[in-house]
């Protein structure tokens, strides 16, 4: 481990970690821009042209207000659930592979933090840990509505993080790898995954949407039920916090749908570009088309939180125990009987 | 480098299971397994063994420590409803404890832990030969299991299914 690659990393990380705190910044303006539009209305326009500077506005007014923790709260647990939330948000985009190598200074450098073998366990390591940031939060604030909505979060996370391992299974199937780098190599131009795995595909997002609490599963914050959720007596930061992991996890997401299913930075005719561009600014345009996939699939989560009611909690349990998990276990046995037919022939 | 971090970790694991037995708070307790189990998977780390570090982490952190909180946050366990123990039950429980310290002593002594057990291959642990070895010398104890845990599986939902004779 030479100095070298610590600081080829470091800075790796640095940009990432910044570019994901921006992305999910202003996921909050475009969510209420989307929102606007899709209810008639024009949305925030005050600060800045086109209210571009709402989510400065939005995080100055978060560290301006109060500070309260509840005199009958666990005190070191309530400061820790919305730090574990964030921390569980941001170590998911460790494995994801933003672009093909690129050439800087006469050496190539991967555009991926870590290479490991086991890159998309990791990912669902980091997604099921994600739920004790909410647990943890909602049990210290001592309140009823919060700790009910912490129960529901668990319960739910739990459920579809069956449906939506079994998904994976059957794209594991294909890939024979867990590598995420050798996944998204295998996607190469117009070659992606989504068009042998269209069901995994659906059932995977629709567990995403589950294991972000976005609408229309986001029962752990039913205003309506339980007054605002599992962070109910958060105020100030640490309300911004759970707000902004919410964010995050919609970008991170987004993120691994597009590498699994979507062929991550692989484009149709990347390889005549490749050539155009040169390995410096090629690898570039490619993190900028992946980019673009995560923006549409951003844009993909505020639509349907803007188009369909909340799932009642009966309605939420049957379709993920009911409807996705025996749909998972279809989709895995048909892609092993068709990979079994074409080795044979 | 190596050595150094094992004792680090090795150190933190005791002092968190230490934490588990030791917190008033059963919910402190469940989060302190938490960090224990954490702590497992770094030791998988250090072995080598990624696949087994990574299931560690997602089947005991992220699915079987969550239902265990989610019980004891719906129990709602406090002082006033925990039984009281009887002196009799304390002093078997510190005998009980004594003879197992004098067993584990006896069986570490008996192992000669100054000579390591090294692995032939150093791989072992990872995903693809683990599977190799799962699906193919060892593939009718595999099958086996999974049909012990099915079976379990089905046992379970059998139990919590509500009796249809009496509505």
């Known amino acids: 481990m030479d100095t070298g690659f610590i600081i080829e990393k470091f800075i790796l990380v640095a940009v990432i970690f910044g570019i994901s705190l921006v992305v999910a910044m202003y996921s909050t303006y475009a969510e209420r821009k989307v929102a606007a539009y899709l209810q008639d209305r024009l949305g925030p326009d005050r600060?800045?042209?086109?209210?571009?500077?709402?989510p400065l506005a939005d995080g100055v007014k978060m560290f301006m207000k109060e500070e309260i923790i509840p005199a009958s709260s666990s005190k070191w647990l309530f400061i820790i659930g919305p730090g574990l939330a964030l921390l569980c948000a941001c170590i998911g985009t460790a494995v994801i592979p933003w672009g093909s190598p690129m050439l800087i200074g006469g050496k190539l450098v991967p555009l991926q933090v870590a290479d490991i073998n086991v890159g998309v366990l990791y990912i669902f390591g980091v997604v099921s840990l994600g739920v004790y940031g909410v647990m943890i939060g909602g049990w210290a604030s001592n309140n009823k509505y919060s700790l009910l909505s912490a129960i529901r979060a668990a319960s739910q996370n739990i459920s579809y993080e069956i449906a939506m391992g079994l998904s994976i299974i059957a794209l594991l199937l294909m890939t024979n790898t867990l590598s995420l780098k050798t996944i998204v190599e295998q996607q190469h131009g117009l070659n992606w995954n989504v068009w042998y795995q269209p069901l995994g595909f659906l059932i995977f997002m629709v567990c995403s949407f589950a294991e972000t609490n976005r609408a229309p599963f986001d029962l752990p914050e039913c205003e309506t039920e339980l007054i605002g959720g599992y962070h109910t007596e958060y105020s100030s930061m640490k309300l911004g916090f759970?707000?902004?992991?919410?964010?995050?996890?919609?970008?991170?997401?987004?993120?691994?749908?597009?590498?699994?299913y979507f062929g991550g930075y692989n484009y149709p005719g990347m390889d005549s570009m490749a050539v155009w561009l040169g390995p410096t600014w090629a690898p570039l345009f490619g993190t900028a088309v992946f980019f673009g996939?995560?923006?549409?699939?951003?844009?993909?989560?505020?639509?349907?939180?803007?188009?369909?009611?909340?799932?009642?909690?009966?309605?939420?349990?049957?379709?993920?125990?009911?409807?996705?998990?025996?749909?998972?276990?279809?989709?895995?046995?048909?892609?092993?009987?068709?990979?079994?037919?074409?080795?044979?022939? | 480098m190596s050595t150094q971090?094992?004792?680090?970790?090795a150190t933190l694991s005791i002092i968190f299971s230490l934490m588990v037995i030791f917190a008033k708070n059963p919910i402190h307790s469940v989060l302190y397994l938490i960090l224990t189990f954490f702590t497992f998977t770094v030791h998988y780390v250090l072995l080598n063994a990624q696949f087994?570090?990574?299931?560690?982490f997602i089947v005991y952190m992220g699915a079987i420590m969550v239902l265990f909180l989610f019980v004891l946050m719906l129990l709602n366990l406090n002082n006033e409803t925990e039984p009281s123990k009887s002196p009799l039950i304390k002093i078997v429980g510190v005998i009980a404890g004594c003879c197992l310290v004098v067993t584990l002593v006896g069986s570490f002594k008996a192992a000669s832990i100054n000579s390591p057990l090294i692995l032939k291959n150093q791989g072992l642990g990872l995903v693809e030969n683990l599977g190799k070895?799962?699906?193919?010398?060892?593939?009718?104890?595999?099958?086996?299991?999974?049909?012990?845990?099915?079976?379990?599986?089905v046992g379970a939902v059998l139990l919590s299914k509500k009796d249809e004779v009496e509505a």
């Open chain 1, 242 to 260: 759970y707000l902004f992991a919410e964010y995050i996890n919609m970008f991170v997401s987004s993120a691994v749908m597009a590498t699994l």
């Open chain 2, 133 to 153: 070895e799962l699906f193919g010398p060892f593939l009718l104890p595999f099958e086996l299991s999974s049909l012990l845990l099915l079976a379990a599986m």
């Open chain 2, 5 to 9: 971090v094992f004792y680090f970790v």
């Open chain 1, 47 to 54: 600060a800045g042209p086109f209210g571009i500077l709402q």
């Open chain 2, 52 to 56: 087994l570090a990574v299931v560690n």
């Open chain 1, 293 to 345: 996939k995560i923006v549409f699939f951003i844009f993909f989560f505020m639509w349907v939180r803007w188009t369909i009611p909340r799932f009642r909690y009966d309605q939420l349990m049957n379709l993920g125990w009911k409807g996705l998990i025996p749909l998972a276990i279809a989709n895995i046995i048909i892609t092993g009987v068709v990979i079994a037919i074409i080795e044979k022939f």
